[in-house]
């Protein structure tokens, strides 16, 4: 048998969720692979977040499958899985609202995403007993991944107090404290600038090449998405509506119709 260049990695079959009498989900199925950087799009209100929340388990009575390749290459059912622990299958994410604790510094808020890698009690924690050995590694990990983020000068600074698009990286940099095969990535270019959104594309791509990790990401700024998707999966109201090349997705009538409307 041939094998595949790239295996599958995530697997949404026949998804649906539903609020009350609302399907925010109908029926969506996709599969993104490793490697790729994937793309979801949509209008406003095409249930792109709720996908997210399915796919990390946030939203657990959906209907259809949800399957995810696990270290040892078998392909699990989410739904088995807590919400706490699906961190620990390799899935990260980031949030539409960047969730911070304002207070704490650029450094603490990064630590913060190592917290299912501590093999040791809380007890031994407490009492400094050989869990300092493992403070050690995790903390040195967090200065590697701020000087690829290029946010070691602010370690020491209040998370809260830095710019928007400061904050932006300092929620990737926690989201790779976990060794992710797959981030999540609601709206990172939103209120970025142009300069801002320039060097986010450069960031997804090492991001992808140098942690060996999967990204699917919902943004609005279509030039963002085009730029740097293998691939984009376009959904309105919930519903499947193709998922292709970005040049073949911006000529897609069902993806014009979404987004401009039908004439007459």
């Not at 959906?62 to 390749?69: A, E, M, N, P, W």
């Not at 791509?205 to 990401?217: G, M």
Request: glycine share 8%; hydrophobic share 40%; with cysteine.
């Amino acid at each position: 048998m041939t094998k595949a260049k790239r295996n599958a990695l995530l697997e949404l079959h026949n998804v649906s969720m539903y609020f009350g009498g609302l399907k925010a989900v109908d029926d969506l199925s996709m599969t993104i692979n490793e490697g790729e950087i994937i793309g979801l799009i949509g209008p406003n209100g095409a249930g792109k977040t709720t996908v997210f929340n399915c796919i990390t388990q946030f939203y657990k009575n959906y209907t259809g499958d949800i399957l995810f390749r696990n270290d040892a290459g078998e392909m699990v059912d989410l739904r088995d899985i807590k919400v706490t622990k699906v961190i620990d299958l390799g899935i990260s994410r980031t949030f539409q609202n960047v969730e911070l604790v304002p207070d704490l510094s650029v450094l603490d808020n990064v630590l913060v995403g190592a917290h299912n890698q501590l093999k040791t009690g809380i007890l031994h924690h407490i009492l400094r007993f050989p869990a300092w050995k493992e403070e050690k590694a995790i903390r040195e990990k967090a200065y590697e991944i701020l000087e690829f983020m290029n946010l070691m000068p602010l370690k020491d600074m209040y998370a809260g107090a830095q710019p928007y698009g400061i904050r932006k990286r300092i929620e990737i940099a926690r989201a790779l404290m976990s060794n992710p095969k797959l981030i999540i990535l609601d709206e990172p270019a939103a209120g970025l600038n142009d300069l801002e959104t320039d060097e986010l594309e450069k960031l997804v791509y090492a991001i992808r090449d140098t942690f060996n990790t999967s990204i699917v990401l919902i943004e609005h700024d279509m030039g963002f998405v085009m730029n740097i998707c293998d691939r984009v999966c376009a959904i309105n109201f919930g519903k499947f509506l193709a998922m292709d090349e970005p040049k073949k997705i911006q000529g897609h009538p069902l993806v014009q119709e979404a987004y401009l409307g039908k004439d007459g």
